[in-house]
């Protein structure tokens, strides 16, 4: 009943049967077993250690007496008993138990060490690619990516489903080495017919650098000349919005204002100039993007970049102007008066202006993640005290707010402030809109770290979902590349999602979209255990 995964009637059976022998060591062992493959690991500690003082040379009980104090945080316990166990009789089966703990516990070599003992030319087949493809993973986690391919190429090579393989050494190489090319080269080796290609296809899409994810969901080259249109509208339009918010707030202090100030007027000119400057340069990059065949990633990729570049420089050039004209004006007033107020306000917006700019510049160029401590909570803060944006509520469930995280603090608030512009945009014109952002943490979650992979890592788990129109089914493999945008008019960022998975990524974490009803995008990035590099 048990090895059927019928586990409720089969304790039932064990506790009938222990209730006529109560001191059959077998059945004790068996009993203990089944309760910890249930999840009851003190119960099942009791039944191990009875059937033990009973029969305590039998070297399997011990064995998985020690996995059982391994799951519950026991670790010099677990280590005693896989040892005594294997001086009692050392065989296969605890050699790679005891490895698999090693590694759980995080002494890599120590597991190498234990799998390296075991004679693979005595196992079956089956058997034998299981300790290769474990060893290839345990060198790849102690960097020596050499040795570890060894011993990949060797399993894929004996192996009698090399496509279960290869899906199982992805796996095991992702688990430490995220966006991997040897890993992703595995991933795709395997065939579309395969039973393995959806959940290869899935990792692939987690996993691929924008170039390969580009080159995997690309579409037909009838529509590229919208696309690179959409691409450049997208780039106009992310920083006229930001520049349209400056003005309405300058506009708003003239319409409060007594008196005339020539800084405040100064300071809209500028502002205007600095629309109309932008509009420009947009008009003079439109032929040169589109005169470029849309299935050219590297040429489109540098227009990109370097109109991002150039138009970011140039705004903040201006603004930086701006700002000083700001803080000038602001000199003149009480800190109480109502100008006063919207020239503060004024300043944020152009703090805020100068942050997306600078965003958009990491299009096509290196980013930089900068690494400090913060309690998950400050990510939401913003929320927090204003859930209600425009005609939408936001809802928050933050499970893990005095969790501690070392990332990059502002590179995440960047991406959920894009998923809530995002939703805002695309569903502009219904009212009552809902958006919930969860966040909690997890451990070793599925799709992205393999439930047969030893060892554990916490991931920040953020989901974010509304009660929008959501993703069309045909348009979700695309949209965290550049060239694309769900938006049926003349707004959307485009952008936004790019940049978000590219700046995922590079934090080693990943960002998927699985939403039915509505928009719905889980975000996983992992706790470090190194720290900062």
């Known amino acids: 009943l048990a090895s059927t995964g019928q586990h409720e009637k089969a304790l039932q059976s064990f506790e009938r049967s222990l209730q006529i022998q109560p001191d059959n060591a077998i059945t ?16 099942a500690l009791q039944s191990f250690e009875r059937s033990l003082k009973i029969q305590p ?58 799998l390296e003992v075991i004679q693979i030319d005595r196992l079956t087949l089956h058997q034998a690619n299981v300790i290769r493809v474990n060893l290839g993973r345990l060198y790849y986690r102690m960097k020596q990516l050499e040795k570890g391919n060894e011993y990949f190429e060797a399993a894929i090579a004996h192996s009698d489903d090399k496509e279960s393989t290869l899906l199982y050494g992805a796996r095991s190489i992702l688990a430490s080495n995220p966006s991997s090319e040897t890993a992703i080269e595995m991933l795709q080796r395997i065939a579309q017919n395969s039973p393995q290609y959806a959940q290869a296809l899935e990792m692939l899409a987690l996993n691929l650098n924008e170039e390969d994810y580009f080159e995997m969901v690309k579409t037909d080259t ?20 930001e520049i349209s918010i400056l003005k309405g707030i300058a506009y708003r202090i003239l319409r409060r204002s007594e008196l005339e100030d020539p800084l405040l007027s100064d300071i809209i000119r500028d502002i205007e100039e600095v ?19 849309q299935n050219d990633y590297d040429s489109i990729l540098a227009v990109i970049s370097k109109t991002a570049h150039d138009i970011s420089d140039f705004v903040n050039n201006q603004l ?14 009480q800190s109480g008066d109502t100008p006063y107020v919207q020239f503060k306000k004024l300043l944020t917006q152009l703090e805020l202006t100068q942050t997306a700019l600078n965003d958009l510049k990491s299009i096509n160029e290196g980013i930089r993640i900068k690494y400090r401590r913060f309690k998950v909570r400050k990510l939401f803060e913003k929320w927090e005290s204003e859930p209600q944006i425009a005609q939408a509520q936001i809802v928050l469930d933050i499970q893990n707010a005095n969790s501690e995280f070392n990332g990059d603090e502002e590179k995440i608030k960047s991406a959920l402030n894009e998923l809530v512009e995002n939703s805002l945009k ?24 393999g439930r047969s992979i030893p060892g554990e890592q916490k991931y920040l788990f953020i989901k974010f979902t509304d009660n929008g129109n959501g993703i069309p089914a045909d348009k979700k493999d695309w949209i965290f590349q550049p060239l694309k945008t769900t938006s049926q008019e003349d707004k959307g960022s485009g952008l ?30 992992p706790y470090s255990k190194t720290e900062i590099e």
Not at 436 to 447: A, E, K, L, W, Y
């Open 275 to 293: 629309f109309s400057e932008v509009d420009r340069r947009r008009s003079a990059q439109k032929s040169e993007i589109e005169i470029i065949s």
């Open 320 to 333: 930086a102007v701006i700002e000083s004209k700001t803080r000038r004006a602001m000199q003149k007033l």
């Open 496 to 525: 936004g999602l790019f940049i978000i998975r590219k700046t995922l990524t590079k934090m080693n974490g990943y960002v998927r979209e699985t939403g039915s009803d509505g928009a719905r995008f889980e975000i996983y990035i």
């Open 222 to 241: 009838q529509s590229g000349l919208s696309d690179t249109e959409m691409l450049n509208r997208a780039m106009y339009h992310k920083i006229a919005n």
């Open 426 to 449: 695309h569903n502009s014109n219904q009212q009552n809109l809902t958006i919930r952002i969860t966040s909690q943490d997890v451990m070793n979650p599925s799709g992205i770290w």
């Open 28 to 43: 004790l062992s068996r009993h203990a077993n089944t309760l910890a493959s249930t999840g009851q690991h003190e119960k």
């Open 57 to 114: 040379n039998d070297a399997i009980t011990l064995c998985r007496y020690a996995d059982t104090l391994a799951s519950t945080g026991q670790h010099e316990k677990a280590l005693q008993s896989f040892e005594r166990s294997l001086q009692i009789r050392p065989n296969s089966y605890i050699l790679f138990q005891y490895a698999l703990t090693l590694e759980k516990f995080g002494k890599h070599q120590e597991a190498i060490d234990q």
